[in-house]
């Protein structure tokens, strides 16, 4: 039987394989990170295993997993380290990363989740929930109250910062804390803890068996949480930090004032676009992103021309030179990005990616044609799921709440009130409803 990925295994692996340069017994962990799946490991992960070769060995993670231990039990035997392969056409890159020094799940072992957050050594906590983890209710909220409950008891402050595709994630996320925590816990947050706002990209498409077999066939041991992505990252974070901060620009990470400008260019231009392909590339018969952008790129660049209008001049962020990233990236073939992975939950997704810049364009009196494409070919997906010929099985917790809105007649705009993606509908003019019914009645690939 082939070795597994561990520790014993690390320095015996193949030159060719980058490795950490740091000796992993020093380091100790400044880090939790909620919400332990493969873009982390992508991308903050992969961000801290530089800031860890860079010298700087208070910066190790623990990694958490909500809900599920099927994580855990892919990166505990191989202690934390997995292989992180960059692919971009033929090129190949792989390493190995050892940041994550720990691996807890929080539905098994609450206490020690919060435990792990309440140690002073912790300086920052990061997120990556989804969108559909900053609702009331989420379980990871009542687990960051107790521990910094804990903290406050001690006096000693903590860094919270999302990594999240939301609009000024940072507000959000102390929004859920404060929900979460009883009032005298949430003055002390208020004015002893920290919510940057960020900013992060890398595409990373769901690990395949066919992954995991090139990864194996590079590092000659076995490693069941390897994880694929493109060369190309982003990570823009406000520069508002209690206590210690990471040395992120150790590792290329841009801090800046304000953040808002680089989200909003991603979640018009990359995010939208992504939600783009995924729906019309489905009604289509594609599967994944890069046959999607051949077929679709005029429509792409037409997105792009009207969310243009939309975006704030930024230093630091050339939108031509954005755009040509973008497509490049799209176009990359040895990525395997699935569509259906990125239609997942498009009705918490779109408001931001496509419904926040038509409001602003229809206020301006401006009709917006391919963002209506945008969203009839996601109500197109919606109403057709598993009745069309090629089942496209959208995974959306509000898809009942929508198609029974459209059993009962509501046109686009008023399902996707009903289903709360839309809180002020005074935007919603006659033009604009007769602009999307136009757009769903001529047929969108099916």
């Known amino acids: 039987m082939i070795a597994r990925l561990g520790n014993v295994t690390l320095h015996s692996l193949p030159a060719s394989v980058a490795r950490p340069s740091y000796d992993r017994r020093q380091v100790r962990a400044g880090v939790v990170h909620l919400g332990l799946g493969a873009f982390h490991r992508a991308h903050q992960a992969f961000v801290f295993d530089q800031v860890l070769g860079a010298g700087h060995l208070d910066w190790g993670v623990i990694g958490v997993g909500i809900h599920s231990g099927v994580v855990r039990d892919q990166l505990a035997p191989q202690d934390g380290l ?27 072992a609450p206490d020690r989740v919060i435990a792990a957050i309440a140690d002073p050594a912790v300086k920052l906590v990061t997120l990556t929930l989804t969108e559909k983890g900053y609702e009331p209710g989420g379980p990871v909220w009542p687990i960051l109250a107790a521990a910094l409950a804990r903290r406050q008891a001690a006096g000693a402050p903590l860094t919270i910062a999302s990594c999240d595709n939301l609009t000024n994630n940072g507000a959000r996320t102390q929004a859920a804390v404060f929900a979460a925590a009883d009032p005298a816990l949430a003055d002390w947050v208020q004015t002893a803890c920290a919510f940057p706002s960020s900013m992060v990209d890398r595409i990373t498409p769901a690990t395949t068996e066919t992954d995991l077999a090139e990864i194996e066939a590079q590092l000659g041991v076995r490693d069941v949480a ?112 699935r569509l259906d992975q990125i239609a997942q939950d498009g009705s918490r997704k779109l408001p931001q990616r496509i419904l926040a810049p038509l409001a602003e364009r229809t206020r301006q009196g401006r009709a917006s044609p391919t963002m209506m494409f945008a969203l009839a070919a996601w109500l197109k997906c919606v109403e057709l799921d598993q009745v069309s010929e090629r089942p496209i099985r959208l995974v959306d917790p ?49």
């Open 398 to 446: 509000d898809l009942e709440t929508l198609r029974a809105a459209m059993r009962q007649g509501a046109d686009g705009f008023d399902a996707m009130i009903a289903a709360g993606m839309i809180d002020d509908p005074s935007w919603i003019d006659p033009a604009a409803r007769q602009l999307l019914a136009d757009t769903r009645a001529k047929g969108l690939g099916r």
């Open 82 to 108: 997995y292989g992180l392969l960059e692919r971009e056409g033929e090129a190949r890159r792989l390493r190995v990363c050892g940041a994550i020094t720990e691996v807890l799940v929080a539905a098994e």
């Open 226 to 337: 390897g994880v694929v992505t493109e060369p190309f990252w982003q990570w823009v974070i406000e520069d508002r930090f209690a206590g210690a901060r990471p040395p992120l620009e150790a590792a290329g990470v841009q801090v800046v004032v304000d953040v808002a400008p680089f989200e909003r260019a991603k979640l018009r231009l990359l995010n939208a676009a992504h939600s783009t392909l995924a729906y019309a590339g489905l009604l289509g018969g594609f599967t994944y992103v890069h046959e999607a952008i051949a077929a679709l790129a005029p429509v792409i660049q037409q997105l792009w021309d009207e969310a243009a209008d939309t975006l704030l001049p930024t230093p630091g962020l050339r939108i031509s030179t954005y755009r040509a990233q973008l497509l490049r990236r799209f176009e990359n073939p040895s990525l395997a990005h």
